[in-house]
């Protein structure tokens, strides 16, 4: 996968310590705040440019999106929505930052998908019906995370987000295993987190295979298509999931998780892959 000199050099997001300033931390703007008086300060927003992605030569998905992790969007994007099953199957991935257009070649013709579908929130993601969900099987491992830890990784997973904690504004996902954080990242689209998440994962080779996915926004049904197909068997949330998502939740195997606050959680489906210490009678 080749890149000029106009893409991102790293093969994956920097460390959240390692990076700081505007691409990272939000764009800062003077404001005058009113708090019993008039006072012109300086405060962080979240970045938002439009972003192009243009797959073969043609135009996949124009989309609203945190001008950082450009790259790991798009190969998320393009595994999330079943067009490409490794980052080998890109043959040239070129991501243009002045413009904000990322430029994708495949080593095989993919046809153009005939439906997109607007998903709805903050930033405006795109997802292509049904054709996502091809392919999609049911989940058999018998991955078991614990309540205990899925609280503790939720606590660490909200204090490590930079953007969401300085300015607000902006979803973030992670990955993880029981032993922490693999990956996170931020953006004012929640689905562009997820597709972030698994783009940084498959660039930098680490298994999605019995990990859980969390997410500061809502589940719905097309994020955990994403997990699905990632092979993630539990889904968590600080807030809720939709109906549609529950309903994938049982029928695919993956334990949907919401309202993870102050020690207390909503299983939705699959309650068995949750460890819960029962109380003594």
Do not use: W
């Not at 997820?194 to 498959?202: E, F, R, S, W, Y």
């Not at 919401?258 to 003594?280: A, D, L, N, W």
């Amino acid at each position: 996968m080749s890149e000029s000199k106009k893409s991102c050099s790293r093969r994956a997001c920097p460390p959240l310590s390692a990076t700081s300033g505007a691409g990272r931390r939000g764009a800062r703007v003077k404001i005058v705040k009113c708090d019993g008086r008039a006072e012109k300060v300086i405060m962080s927003v979240p970045e938002e440019r439009s972003l192009t992605i243009l797959l073969n030569g043609e135009e996949l998905a124009t989309l609203l999106a945190t001008p950082i992790c450009l790259k790991e969007l798009a190969v998320g994007l393009l595994y999330a929505e079943g067009f490409v099953d490794r980052p080998g199957d890109v043959e040239r991935l070129v991501v243009d930052e002045d413009d904000f257009v990322i430029r994708v070649k495949t080593k095989r013709p993919i046809q153009r998908p005939l439906r997109k579908i607007y998903t709805s929130g903050f930033g405006k993601g795109v997802t292509f019906g049904s054709s996502n969900q091809k392919g999609l099987v049911p989940l058999t491992s018998d991955k078991t995370f614990s309540a205990h830890r899925i609280v503790n990784l939720m606590r660490k997973f909200l204090s490590s987000t930079e953007i969401h904690r300085s300015s607000g504004g902006v979803h973030c996902s992670a990955l993880c295993d029981e032993e922490g954080i693999l990956s996170l990242q931020e953006d004012i689209g929640r689905h562009n987190t997820i597709d972030k998440v698994l783009g940084d994962a498959l660039l930098r080779a680490i298994p999605t295979k019995d990990k859980a996915l969390f997410t500061t926004g809502r589940i719905s049904s097309e994020m955990l298509v994403k997990a699905i197909r990632a092979e993630i068997p539990v889904a968590v949330s600080h807030s809720t999931p939709t109906d549609v998502a529950v309903k994938l939740g049982e029928d695919y195997g993956v334990a949907v998780i919401g309202y993870v606050r102050m020690g207390k959680m909503c299983i939705f489906s699959h309650p068995e892959r949750v460890k819960v210490k029962s109380e003594k009678s």
